[in-house]
């Protein structure tokens, strides 16, 4: 397929373990977003790559959420230590055309998501 | 980033056109706006984008008034597999605000 992918679709753990969810962006895409949408809420941007660097993790909502992205392509968010409110579905998305502080005439492409269950 | 507000909910009969309405008073010169349609269990589509006036694909069409103050996402026609939640995104990067977002259902 030639969309986003996201492994794995479900992940159930327990709490204070470390977790890991992969993204597979778009093949020649360089840009890389991280977004996490709890239950009845719309998606909540973590984190944004361009090519290997994480332009931007403000949205990160503490340390022991991280993420990298080491060749420019696949991306990994990691979560030490789980908590039962880390619980949501991580979005990855990617897009053509990065932000680069001006006009926004990228569309980015999601995938469907890593549904985490902190138990 | 600026503030958006848009219905929670709608409902509409197949075949109808859909207007859902979005309020965005403080956007920035060079801010954009966006619409997502999302499906359960699914990423966020774009559907489309633009500045001022109309803009108008294969979709919808997105009308921005002279002040860009608010947007209409204009649905034609809309059939039961457009029963989604709808999102209206203003800014001009990627760390843009969803909202909550207005539930669209359709019914026969």
């Known amino acids: 397929g030639a969309g986003v992918s996201q492994t794995p679709s479900n992940k159930v753990t327990e709490k204070g373990k470390y977790v890991e969810l992969r993204c597979d962006p778009i093949?020649?895409?360089?840009?890389l977003y991280w977004y996490r949408q709890s239950l009845g809420q719309g998606p909540e941007f973590l984190i944004y790559?361009?090519?290997?660097?994480?332009?931007?993790d403000s949205g990160l909502p503490n340390d022991r959420f991280f993420a990298v992205r080491p060749e420019g392509s696949v991306s990994t968010l990691k979560i030490q230590r789980t908590e039962r409110g880390d619980s949501a579905v991580y979005l990855c998305?990617?897009?053509?055309?990065?932000?680069?502080?001006?006009?926004?005439?990228?569309?980015?492409?999601f995938g469907e998501g890593s549904r985490l269950t902190v138990l | 980033l600026a503030k958006t507000t848009q219905p929670i909910s709608m409902d509409s009969y197949e075949g109808q056109e859909v207007n859902i309405t979005c309020s965005h008073n403080?956007?920035?010169?060079?801010?954009?706006i966006t619409w997502y349609q999302q499906f359960p269990s699914q990423g966020p589509r774009f559907i489309i984008q633009?500045?001022?006036t109309k803009v108008t694909n294969e979709v919808a069409s997105l009308f921005i008034p002279a002040d860009r103050k608010s947007s209409t996402l204009s649905l034609p026609r809309v059939s039961l597999s457009d029963t989604a939640v709808y999102y209206c995104?203003?800014?001009?990067?990627?760390?843009?605000?969803f909202g909550k977002g207005t539930s669209l259902l359709v019914t026969p």
């Open positions: 998305a990617s897009s053509l055309n990065p932000a680069s502080g001006g006009p926004n005439t990228g569309e980015l492409f």
């Open positions: 633009g500045y001022k």
């Open positions: 995104l203003v800014g001009e990067g990627y760390a843009l605000n």
């Open positions: 790559f361009q090519g290997t660097g994480a332009a931007d």
């Open positions: 093949s020649g895409h360089t840009a």
């Open positions: 403080n956007i920035a010169t060079n801010d954009y």
